[in-house]
Nanobody, 122 residues
Framework: QVHAVESGGGLVQPGGSLKLSCIVS????????MGWFRQAPGKEREFVAT????????YYNPRVNDRFTISRDNAKNTVYLQMNNLEPEDTAVYYC???????????????WGQGTQVTVSS
């Protein structure tokens, strides 16, 4: 069962940037595909980006492609999400979790951390 602690969120103007971090414990991190997910007010949680254990495979929600970059440092058990050119539609609580691909799309693990709030507003 993964234990994740997300950080790096905040208030930023449209067009701005933020870098989120997620420290993971409780499992063999290097073998896990990890993902970032987000939940906006009144909406279901959605997949943002995932990265395989080796960092070779990276997958993005089309809504963030070319603006967000996922990366990881296995030595630090940490996953990152660099977010550039942020839009008001990116406002949400962002979470990291293990991720696996199914016929329904990317599915997260059962245990969630507190998340980190990202607010994009002028």
């Amino acid at each position: 069962q993964v234990h994740a602690v997300e950080s790096g969120g905040g208030l930023v103007q449209p067009g701005g940037s933020l870098k989120l971090s997620c420290i993971v414990s409780g499992r063999t991190f290097t073998s896990d595909t990890m993902g970032w997910f987000r939940q906006a007010p009144g909406k279901e949680r959605e997949f943002v980006a995932t990265i395989t254990g080796s960092s070779i495979g990276k997958y993005y929600n089309p809504r963030v492609n070319d603006r967000f970059t996922i990366s990881r440092d296995n030595a630090k058990n940490t996953v990152y999400l660099q977010m550039n050119n942020l839009e008001p539609e990116d406002t949400a609580v962002y979470y990291c979790n293990t991720a696996r691909q199914t016929f329904r799309g990317w599915v997260a693990g059962a245990s969630w951390g507190q998340g980190t709030q990202v607010t994009v507003s002028s």
